[in-house]
């Protein structure tokens, strides 16, 4: 088993910005990518941004590019997700997932981000 932790969401306003942890324990030894997802009420969780084991290849929605970065810090079983310039529209649940062949993905309870004046 693998537990995610995450951190780091809250209120901000409308060009502002926060970085959301993803603290990983249990099983991480066969943990390959991370990364996160997001969700509004009435939606589907869609994928914000992934990143390898190795953190050489990352992936960012198009939604996000320009603005969000993400990085991860395999000594402390750690994944970041830098947001700058937030929108209105990236209010949302965000979700930590740490994926594992042998038993796909694993998630985090899930972090609310509300950007708002």
């Known amino acids: 088993q693998v537990q995610l932790v995450e951190s780091g969401g809250g209120l901000v306003q409308p060009g502002g910005s926060l970085r959301l942890s993803c603290v990983a324990s249990?099983?991480?030894?066969?943990?390959?990518?991370m990364g996160w997802y997001r969700q509004v009420p009435g939606s589907q969780r869609e994928l914000v941004a992934d990143i390898t084991s190795s953190g050489r290849t990352t992936n960012l929605a198009d939604s996000v590019k320009g603005r969000f970065t993400i990085s991860r810090e395999n000594a402390k079983n750690t994944v970041y997700l830098q947001m700058n310039s937030l929108k209105p529209e990236d209010t949302a649940v965000y979700y930590c997932y740490a994926y594992r062949l042998t038993t796909g993905n694993y998630w985090g309870q899930g972090i609310q981000v509300t950007v708002s004046s």
């Open positions: 249990g099983s991480i030894f066969t943990i390959s990518t």
